[in-house]
């Protein structure tokens, strides 16, 4: 304050050389107020710099000691990965050894057994199993269709189909069943028609539904042509169906997956 009163200055920081060789203000006081600085460093700047040159110096060695701790920590790593690479070696070695214990196991069985199971007859009835299996995959039977005297179920089947926007080339088509005896109720004998290709039958029977909302068609029915076991099972599933239409009434019932699905109306 006496400083900045003896040379003009406002504040501190207008102290300057060229303000303070000024001819009013004597060597004496110069000497004084130089005294009166230097007293101020000793007291405050010092202790401030002699803390910051030994922060200074624990920094480095914390620091030195950091990097020396992530060496630790990398050579750990290191000894890890290599236990772990020589577990997994071991653990290959022992399931190599395994396997190839089973398959001479399974090798000792199969030479036993093959014989056996590829029998020419075993053979044969494989054969003709997979051959019926890709017929029917080429065809569908139609129920509800009336049956009349001289039909002709080649144009009826077309009709049905043209319905669906479905054009296929008809290999063969026939009734199904014994025909009606004389006396007994007359029945609708389900026909089977043939196809070129799996493909038509799977998307004729994808859009079976739209029949429903033909007129003359209400009653008619397709579906995939099935094996006798098949027929049982889903004939199964359709009188299950039924027992719930009656038990419960105001849930909507379906077959999806061969299991009876009963959902609320609402959903």
Known sequence: ETMCKETGCTDNAQLRLETLCKSKITKNTLAEWLETVCRIFDAYASPVLSTACTLETEMGRLK???IEDQKKIIELQEKIIE????EMDNVKKEMKTAVQSEIKSYSSVLK????????PRKVQAALKTAA???DRSKSLVIYGIEEKKEEKLEETVL????????KPRIVSCCRLGRDNVQG?????KPVRVNLSGSDHVRQILQKKRKLRSVEGYTTVYLCPDRTTEERVAYKNLVDEMKRKRLSEPEKHHFIRNNLVVSVSSGT
């Open 83 to 86: 236990k772990k690479d020589l």
């Open 132 to 134: 019926a299996e890709e």
């Open 64 to 66: 030195s000691e950091r």
């Open 184 to 188: 007994e109720a007359v029945t609708r």
């Open 112 to 119: 036993t057994t093959c014989s056996k199971a590829l029998a």
């Open 159 to 166: 009709d049905i189909l043209s319905h669906l926007d479905e």
